[in-house]
């Protein structure tokens, strides 16, 4: 079983709409999680960290259940610039270390 | 504060060669991490390093694959004897020391061709 699983996609959604990304991971153990974007031929960069209380940055929204060990990825009013490939991240469940990354889901905003 | 470099950006080698990729991680982060991505793939991890030591390098193949941060300069993934099955993007990512998971900043990555 993977580590990390994510719907690829992709997901074409007009400017404007709300699109919501889910990811879930396999190990219990998972302190930390973290979405990243990912342009096309692009390092990934780190779009928020992900708390179980839920956190939200403008117009994204991140939530955390560690009953269902499902993290979830809401954006909202989307833009253009927003396209990319989002990318759910765990880590191994010890300070420091490794990450473990999902193949990512690609979204498609047209005007 | 500069960011993660990686150089070279672009590597082009023939099988059988050697590709030496060099990370310079941000300044005054001490741990550096090595992911590949191959094409339509995830990030895979594959060492993490501080300066002078190896940590965790459960995700480097076990042969031809070597990995290194010395005390000066920068962290240097080496693939000696490369095959096309190497073809990939090679990125590097760095944090700070600290006591809790921080968050790794990665680099614009090195994207090796093998012919």
């Known amino acids: 079983r993977k580590e990390v699983e994510q719907d690829p996609g992709p997901f074409n959604v007009p400017e404007g709409a709300t699109v919501a990304f889910n990811c879930t991971y396999s190990n219990s153990a998972s302190q930390s999680f973290f979405w990243y974007r990912q342009d096309c031929r692009k390092e990934p960069k780190l779009l928020m960290s992900v708390y179980s209380s839920g956190n939200e940055d403008g117009r994204f929204t991140a939530q955390l259940n560690r009953a269902s060990q499902y993290i979830s990825l809401l954006i909202r009013d989307s833009k253009l610039s927003d396209s990319a490939t989002y990318l759910c991240?765990?880590?191994?469940?010890?300070?420091?270390?490794?990450?473990?990354f999902g193949r990512g889901t690609q979204l498609t905003v047209w005007p | 504060n500069a960011g993660v470099m990686q150089n070279p950006r672009h590597l082009v080698r023939r099988r059988g060669q050697e590709a030496r990729l060099r990370c310079s991680p941000m300044?005054?982060?001490?741990?550096v991490y090595w992911y590949r991505q191959l094409p339509e793939e995830g990030l895979k991890f594959m060492v993490y390093l501080q300066k002078e030591n190896i940590i965790d390098e459960s995700g480097m193949p076990k042969e031809r694959f070597s990995a290194e941060f010395p005390k000066e300069g920068p962290s240097i993934l080496r693939i000696q004897q490369v095959v096309r099955g190497d073809s990939a993007a090679y990125f590097c990512?760095?944090?700070?020391?600290?006591?809790?998971?921080?968050?790794?900043?990665f680099g614009p990555g090195t994207r090796l061709l093998v012919l």
């Open positions: 991240v765990v880590d191994r469940g010890s300070t420091l270390g490794r990450l473990y």
């Open positions: 990512a760095s944090s700070p020391p600290a006591g809790f998971q921080e968050t790794q900043y």
């Open positions: 300044k005054g982060h001490s741990h």
